[in-house]
């Protein structure tokens, strides 16, 4: 059995106490008025209430982050947008950090119920290791539905749709594009099917884990509960397939409720897939170099250090396609998307596409070095910084425009987080022991070599 190191669980209270510190004090520092708007405005010589890297001039954004070329503001009109957009910013870096391990979690229950479901022979020495890591979905998933939640309580504003006065037709306000959504964006379905998402996902993981768990103790050749998760994964594959997708425009894509594309479900899939899988790596080395998993060796390593690679390249595809063709239509309500990122995050935009996917390439692309230990860890941190501020950019532009920096509220958020998914993954590890022994497999699985 896996005894919690004291290293790990001081590691963990750190990074949860520092980030817990600087998110109350973003939340506290967040202005209150359009009169501390302006002091803060004066303070930075800016117009945006933050310091990332130039000045845009005039706002172009109204309320949510939707461009619109040519919009001219009052000043009053330019400093209520700018005061919503601060007062976002700590809930869209609590929001960000949250999804980004949640989809962590999601990822790797995904790629887990692929072993079951595709009977591989390579991965059931690292079933423990996928099983500890799903450990932290229920708690993502209470965080999540907390949020959102509160977002439809009007708590916070980071979903611009949710705004009453939008699809009142007797408004000034009155948006007929979200109006004409609102079969699909409403509150009541908005939370409905996020409730149907997440029982989904984690009655899935709690039958596979028990599952596992029963074949681990049942007779020599009674493979009964092998087959039921075989098919419970099948069956949740097929489930997941469909409502990542669903979830991707829910909890993703209707920030920005006048863009959209049919590319995206497929993009949030991929970040979560190579995040998920880069994380199964870098836990099952750290658990190597403690002595654990004598049974994993470089082949084991190499093979996921192949499924890093190819999921970077799979997202690389997926961005480009989705990328070039709405840049080269270059219809309006489109490429507004990509024109508001690359007006506006230009070093956080840019620096994704490096770290995604030329650092991946030129890392991993030599067979040799996926059996590094040292080098697959490095890339991974790599890979993860670089999704990061993917989910980053698929969030803040349409929340807080341009009035964005990195200060206390996202490194806060970013340290809680981390340190809550520590905690969790590894407390999991110790509850059973590392090898699920009960699989029919388990014998390929422990030779595997090539």
Known sequence: MYTLPNKVKLFAIIFMVVGAIGMVT???????????????????????GGDH???HGEAKATHGGDHEEGTHMSEEEHLEHVLHQLQNRPWSALYIASF?????????????????????????????????????????SIIILVLLVLSVMHVNHIFHWMEPELVNPESDKFDKLIAGKQGWLNTTGFLARAVIYLIGFNLYRYFSRKWTLKQDSAEPGDTRWFKRNFKLSAGFLVFFIYVESMMSWDWIMSFDPHWFSTLF???????????????????????????????????????????????????????????????????????????????DYKLPFFGMLAMNF??????????????????????????????????????????????WYIGLPELGALCFFFGLFVWVVFSALTKAPLLAKGSPFMKESKHFHY
Not at 282 to 298: P, R, W
Not at 364 to 384: A, C, E, H, P
């Open 26 to 48: 973003g939340f506290m520092s967040a202005p209150s008025s359009t009169e501390e708007v302006k002091e803060m405005m004066a303070s930075h010589g800016d117009g945006h």
């Open 53 to 55: 890297g130039g000045d």
């Open 100 to 140: 980004f391990f949640f989809m962590i979690a999601l990822g790797t229950l995904a790629f887990y119920a692929i072993q079951h479901a595709a009977q591989a022979g390579w991965s059931p020495v690292l079933f423990r290791v996928m099983e500890g890591i799903t450990a932290y979905l229920p708690i993502a």
């Open 265 to 343: 479900g497929w993009y949030v899939f991929a970040g979560m897939m190579v995040s998920a899988i880069t994380v199964i790596a870098m836990v099952t080395i750290f658990l190597k170099s403690q002595g654990h998993l004598e049974f994993v060796n470089d082949s084991h390593i190499h093979d996921l250090a192949k499924f890093m690679f190819g999921f970077s390249i799979f997202w690389t595809y997926l961005w480009f396609s989705q990328f070039m063709l709405i840049w080269y239509a270059n219809i309006p309500e489109e490429v507004t998307y990509f024109v508001t990122r690359i007006e």
């Open 358 to 403: 030329i650092f991946p390439v030129l890392l991993l692309m030599n067979s040799d070095y996926k059996r590094v230990n040292w080098f697959v860890i490095l890339t991974g941190i790599v890979i993860l910084a670089g999704h990061y501020i993917d989910v980053f950019n698929m969030v803040m532009p349409a929340t807080v425009g341009a009035s």
